[in-house]
């Protein structure tokens, strides 16, 4: 698991930020959605990513490689 942003972990966050998390739980369905569909799928999940992103105030140290 990863740090929120004060550093402390948040349980049941593989990411480790919650709001990152929210994000990809679109991919959870991903399964039953035609083929066709998934590049909007991915369009929304990676347009959120970005706005997550942007909205970083905080100049982060990058994790440690496991």
């Known amino acids: 698991m990863g740090a929120g942003m004060g550093g402390e972990m948040q349980a049941?966050?593989?990411s480790g930020e919650a709001g990152v998390a929210a994000v990809l739980a679109a991919l959870d369905g991903l399964?039953?959605?035609p083929v066709a569909g998934h590049v909007a799928v991915f369009g929304r999940?990676?347009?959120g990513l970005q706005e997550i992103l942007a909205a970083s105030e905080e100049p982060r140290e990058p994790r440690e490689a496991r």
């Open 45 to 47: 999940v990676h347009a």
């Open 12 to 14: 049941g966050v593989p």
């Open 31 to 33: 399964e039953g959605v």
